[in-house]
């Protein structure tokens, strides 16, 4: 089975500082996805990653995927307090099954 | 204009009681899920049907049953409820693709919060 690990788990940081969420996961997949849950809230897609060296941003958020390396990152630049939320690594390989890391919440601080 | 919907919303109920959860979705996808999220935001998956076929059915206990009407609805009835099934229950749908099939993005639902009293 397909296992995915975040880290940090929680992650406390101060307006306009930058940081990195670390993906991890343990056999191929051929999708990476991150999704955002705010408090209360669904969860949203934020991108997906089809292949090795894939680079999106978005705003200040910025994901990469490195797939020899089995990582994942999602980059936070110059970080604002609507960015608090928590944040989803998912992989997912042939077949309609989806696996899902232990979320790391964001809270950022002025 | 949902995409995916769920109802009801907020679920408050008693032990023992029998409950249901419906989900639509307008998307057009072929594939529709059940995940639980429990007080420390873990998802984990239940169900996952294909054009009405279950195909994912985690260790969930026999009192839940998911039933799949049409490729649009995806509706969880859960018989006997004990204090421990207090989550948040979320639909989500995904479009089947590609020669290896595999799943497009999945689009969440907005959740029901159910509360076992």
């Known amino acids: 089975e397909l296992k995915v690990e975040q880290n940090p788990l929680f992650l406390s940081m101060q307006e306009g500082k930058n940081y990195t969420i670390y993906c991890n996961y343990s056999t191929t997949s051929d999708r990476l996805y991150w999704y955002r849950q705010d408090p209360g809230k669904s969860l949203e897609s934020l991108f997906v990653l089809l292949s090795n060296g894939a680079v999106k941003q978005e705003g200040r958020l910025m994901a990469s995927l490195d797939t020899k390396a089995r990582l994942s990152t999602l980059h936070i630049t110059a970080a604002v307090h609507d960015l608090s939320a928590t944040y989803f690594c998912v992989c997912s390989n042939t077949g309609n099954q989806f696996y899902f890391g232990t979320g790391t919440s964001l809270t950022v601080i002025p | 204009d949902t995409a995916v919907s769920q109802t009801p919303k907020y679920l408050v109920t008693q032990m023992g009681n029998d409950k249901s959860i419906k989900c639509e979705q307008n998307?057009?996808?072929?594939?529709m899920y059940w995940y639980k999220q429990d007080s420390k935001k873990f998802l984990k998956i239940m169900f996952s049907?294909?054009?009405?076929?279950?195909?994912i059915n985690e260790t969930v206990p026999n009192r839940f049953s998911p039933k799949s009407p049409d490729k649009a609805h995806l509706n969880l009835h859960i018989n006997s409820l004990e204090l421990g099934d207090s989550a948040v229950y979320f639909c989500?749908?995904?479009?089947?693709?590609?020669?290896?099939?595999?799943?497009?993005?999945?689009?969440f639902g907005p959740g029901t919060r159910l509360l076992v009293l």
């Open positions: 998307l057009g996808h072929d594939t």
């Open positions: 049907y294909n054009n009405k076929e279950l195909i």
């Open positions: 989500a749908s995904s479009l089947l693709t590609g020669a290896r099939g595999v799943q497009e993005t999945q689009y």
